[in-house]
């Protein structure tokens, strides 16, 4: 049996008569750029997120990066950011002559932690971006707690976690500004590149509105600088008609993430930390000898699985991924390489040490958990997996 990692095919084919209907739309209208599919899509996403405020841009990695410069953040400013995630959270800090200061993430959960920000605050600080990785959710209100009414903002990393709900609202509509992807294998997934930003504040949404069009207002007419990170009318019309189907796809994820859990978690060398919050837990977890460690869920929220990361321990993480491979199976490493090792950001090594950033970058494995995976192809990984198990931890 194959079991891909990812399947955008299998989402897309029962949305064949629909997508070509809203191709042959934008045809007819001659409209390519910007104009009512944007604004259509753009008002269907705010109204979906519960945000005041939706900004169509040319992909997530320029969501984050407007929203770096609708904030003015630039040379001699300071930007903190997890160090394990993906490269485009730290780029763009990179990219406006900011410097990325590396935080940890937690061990068990893996996102980054308040108190962990809270150390690496200082004077220069203009903004942090927690990430809400792998479809789970950081903890933003733990954040802003550290960030104590000092002049920081807050610009979440929705890219892996679009519906992700903690303490009761979307990821995304809690710090002031929140970015989105629509890369084909996010929850979202579109047609080629496009992003979003979604924010509160009317003030900086129109900003961003400038920022995407060359910074132009009225036309023809530049008192900033922005660049071409406009969205395709084209784009806009496929991703309507996907949007209402996003909760049903956003179950079936949470539907194979909670077999997984269940299943996996009867193996003698699995061990499921469950419902938890905060470093306590994370540290009762390291303590124990599991061959393997599922994802934690923080308390209060409902993650999104964009992925199925697990912990294989012991220096296996390889030899798992190689039997699986093996036997049809995808599963990748998300990621190989913390950011703070990374060549080009050779100048912003931490101080200290981001000891479960490298150790998760050891360890980490994600197994396939998308919507469309059928239920004998998940069985089978469940099957494959125990397998290994008994052969090497017996
Ligand atoms: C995918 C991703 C991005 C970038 O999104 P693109 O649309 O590919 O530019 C940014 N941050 C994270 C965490 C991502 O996973």
């Known amino acids: 049996?194959?079991?891909?990692?990812?399947?955008?095919?299998?989402?897309?084919?029962?949305?064949?008569?629909?997508?070509?209907?809203?191709?042959?739309?934008?045809?007819?209208?001659?409209?390519?750029?910007?104009?009512?599919?944007?604004?259509?899509?753009?008002?269907?996403?705010?109204?979906?997120?519960?945000?005041?405020?939706?900004?169509?841009?040319?992909?997530?990695?320029?969501?984050?990066?407007?929203?770096?410069?609708?904030?003015?953040?630039?040379?001699?400013?300071?930007?903190?950011?997890?160090?394990?995630?993906?490269?485009?959270?730290?780029?763009?800090?990179?990219?406006?002559?900011?410097?990325?200061?590396?935080?940890?993430?937690?061990?068990?959960?893996?996102?980054?932690?308040?108190?962990?920000?809270?150390?690496?605050?200082?004077?220069?600080?203009?903004?942090?971006?927690?990430?809400?990785?792998?479809?789970?959710?950081?903890?933003?209100?733990?954040?802003?707690?550290?960030?104590?009414?000092?002049?920081?903002?807050?610009?979440?990393?929705?890219?892996?976690?679009?519906?992700?709900?903690?303490?009761?609202?979307?990821?995304?509509?809690?710090?002031?500004?929140?970015?989105?992807?629509?890369?084909?294998?996010?929850?979202?997934?579109?047609?080629?590149?496009?992003?979003?930003?979604?924010?509160?504040?009317?003030?900086?949404?129109?900003?961003?509105?400038?920022?995407?069009?060359?910074?132009?207002?009225?036309?023809?007419?530049?008192?900033?600088?922005?660049?071409?990170?406009?969205?395709?009318a084209l784009q806009a019309a496929l991703l309507r008609i996907k949007l209402p189907h996003l909760d049903q796809y956003l179950s079936a994820r949470r539907f194979n993430a909670q077999r997984y859990l269940s299943e996996l978690s009867q193996h003698p060398a699995v061990e499921s930390a469950g419902y938890a919050c905060g470093h306590d837990c994370a540290c009762e977890l390291e303590k124990n000898d599991a061959a393997i460690l599922l994802p934690m869920t923080r308390c209060g929220q409902e993650p999104t699985w964009n992925q199925f990361t697990i912990r294989v321990r012991n220096g296996k993480r390889n030899a798992l991924r190689e039997f699986l491979l093996e036997h049809d199976i995808g599963a990748e490493i998300y990621y190989p390489v913390p950011l703070h090792r990374q060549e080009c950001f050779a100048a912003y090594m931490p101080s200290e040490p981001l000891s479960h950033t490298e150790l998760l970058c050891e360890e980490v494995l994600s197994l396939p958990v998308y919507p469309e995976l059928k239920s004998g192809q998940l069985a089978y990984v469940i099957e494959t997996i125990q397998g290994w198990l008994d052969q090497t931890t017996a």
Do not use: W
């Open 1 to 232: 049996m194959k079991v891909p990692l990812f399947s955008p095919l299998a989402q897309n084919e029962p949305l064949a008569e629909e997508l070509q209907k809203a191709f042959q739309n934008v045809l007819k209208s001659g409209y390519f750029i910007l104009g009512p599919e944007v604004a259509g899509m753009e008002r269907e996403a705010a109204a979906h997120l519960g945000a005041d405020h939706a900004v169509g841009v040319s992909s997530g990695t320029d969501a984050l990066l407007i929203a770096l410069m609708a904030l003015g953040v630039g040379a001699g400013d300071e930007v903190i950011v997890p160090s394990f995630t993906f490269f485009a959270t730290a780029g763009v800090v990179k990219r406006l002559g900011a410097k990325p200061v590396f935080a940890d993430v937690c061990p068990a959960c893996y996102q980054i932690q308040p108190a962990d920000v809270q150390r690496l605050i200082s004077d220069k600080t203009k903004a942090i971006i927690p990430v809400h990785l792998f479809g789970h959710t950081a903890d933003v209100d733990g954040i802003r707690q550290v960030v104590d009414g000092r002049p920081i903002s807050i610009v979440e990393d929705v890219a892996q976690s679009m519906g992700a709900v903690t303490g009761g609202r979307f990821a995304g509509t809690i710090g002031e500004l929140g970015c989105f992807s629509f890369f084909p294998t996010k929850n979202l997934g579109g047609f080629g590149d496009g992003g979003l930003v979604t924010t509160q504040d009317a003030e900086l949404a129109e900003k961003i509105r400038r920022l995407r069009n060359h910074g132009m207002h009225p036309k023809y007419y530049h008192s900033e600088v922005g660049g071409n990170f406009r969205i395709d």
